[in-house]
């Protein structure tokens, strides 16, 4: 039991990363984006690629591989859903793009990549006993990265001028933009900090498993489960979400087969939603 708490804690908080930068995009663009599992691939591809094909460092390759998602998902903004969002389409349209873009995104990866599991040029990790589990120095830093990354959001929302001017988009769109702020700005950086987290996750992904393209549509369903239990639209809420979904969906397969794990964090899920229907924090 104490390893599929270890393994549940690891794979929440992967999750949660996932799941804040959902919830950042869905509170203040006000759409669902189906295509975020592909970022969270893209981004673990495209620190692959850097490593190994580049021959660059691991660390300086994964800096690279976040950078470069996000800036795509920035790009991808100004192509395709703000021409979308100015010519007044319907959330429903916005969402039906952006499971285009999934399937666009991850038809390509397995061109580029061909189908098969890749792992990162890393030296195997060796495992570390204490109190009756067994973790790798890898599972480790990615526990470690996991809570840094989420202090530096918490910041982020509530120490800068960025993160006010994102929370005041949230809550009222038209009353930020008469009080000048610079709406596209803002939207911008929402883009380019949600996708850099997804890049994040997917990268310490596969770090503790392997790469392949279907990685990211395999945890949307986990994602989007903990971005609505935490309470949709709550960066907060989803990192309590991931670390809640992670932990149920591993101590799950103590009592029931592995294939039934997702089922049981959604039964979970729904079950919080029934007393609390704004999520464990309340939703926007």
């Given at each position: 039991?104490?390893q599929?708490?270890?393994?549940?804690?690891?794979?929440g908080?992967?999750i949660?990363l996932?799941?804040?930068?959902?919830?950042?995009?869905?509170?203040?663009l006000?759409?669902?984006n189906?295509?975020h599992?592909e970022?969270?691939t893209l981004?673990?591809y495209f620190?692959?690629f850097?490593a190994?094909?580049?021959?660059?460092?691991?660390?300086f390759a994964?800096?690279?591989a976040?950078?470069a998602?996000a800036?795509?998902?920035?790009?991808?903004?100004l192509?395709?859903?703000?021409?979308?969002r100015?010519?007044?389409?319907?959330?429903t349209?916005?969402?039906?793009?952006s499971?285009?873009?999934?399937?666009?995104i991850?038809n390509?990866?397995?061109i580029?990549?061909r189908?098969?599991?890749?792992?990162f040029p890393?030296?195997?990790?060796q495992?570390?006993?204490f109190?009756g589990?067994?973790?790798?120095?890898?599972q480790?830093?990615?526990?470690?990265i996991a809570?840094?990354a989420?202090?530096?959001?918490?910041?982020?929302?509530s120490?800068?001028?960025?993160?006010?001017?994102?929370?005041a988009?949230?809550?009222n769109?038209?009353?930020?933009?008469?009080?000048?702020?610079?709406?596209?700005?803002?939207?911008r950086c929402?883009w380019?900090?949600?996708m850099?987290?997804?890049?994040?996750?997917?990268?310490?992904?596969g770090?503790?498993t392997?790469l392949?393209p279907?990685?990211?549509?395999?945890?949307?369903?986990?994602?989007f489960a903990?971005?609505?239990?935490?309470?949709?639209?709550?960066a907060y809420?989803?990192m309590a979400?991931g670390?809640?979904?992670?932990l149920s969906?591993e101590?799950s397969t103590?009592?029931?087969?592995?294939e039934?794990?997702?089922?049981v964090?959604?039964?979970?899920?729904?079950a919080v939603?029934?007393f609390?229907?704004r999520g464990l924090m309340g939703?926007?």
């Amino acid at each position: 039991m104490e390893q599929l708490i270890a393994n549940g804690i690891i794979y929440g908080c992967i999750i949660a990363l996932a799941a804040i930068g959902l919830s950042l995009a869905y509170r203040i663009l006000n759409f669902a984006n189906f295509a975020h599992g592909e970022f969270l691939t893209l981004g673990a591809y495209f620190a692959l690629f850097f490593a190994a094909s580049l021959d660059l460092g691991f660390l300086f390759a994964c800096i690279l591989a976040i950078a470069a998602t996000a800036a795509f998902g920035v790009a991808l903004d100004l192509l395709a859903w703000r021409p979308m969002r100015s010519s007044g389409a319907s959330r429903t349209a916005i969402m039906i793009l952006s499971i285009g873009v999934s399937i666009a995104i991850r038809n390509a990866l397995i061109i580029f990549f061909r189908p098969d599991a890749l792992r990162f040029p890393l030296p195997v990790s060796q495992g570390i006993n204490f109190g009756g589990m067994t973790v790798t120095s890898l599972q480790f830093e990615v526990v470690l990265i996991a809570i840094a990354a989420m202090l530096l959001v918490h910041a982020l929302l509530s120490r800068s001028t960025l993160g006010k001017s994102m929370r005041a988009l949230a809550d009222n769109p038209d009353l930020a933009r008469i009080s000048g702020i610079n709406v596209d700005r803002v939207i911008r950086c929402t883009w380019a900090v949600s996708m850099g987290l997804a890049a994040l996750a997917g990268i310490m992904y596969g770090l503790i498993t392997h790469l392949n393209p279907n990685m990211g549509w395999s945890i949307i369903l986990p994602m989007f489960a903990a971005a609505i239990l935490g309470g949709i639209g709550n960066a907060y809420g989803a990192m309590a979400g991931g670390i809640i979904i992670g932990l149920s969906q591993e101590i799950s397969t103590a009592f029931l087969p592995a294939e039934y794990k997702i089922a049981v964090s959604f039964l979970i899920m729904i079950a919080v939603l029934l007393f609390r229907p704004r999520g464990l924090m309340g939703g926007g």
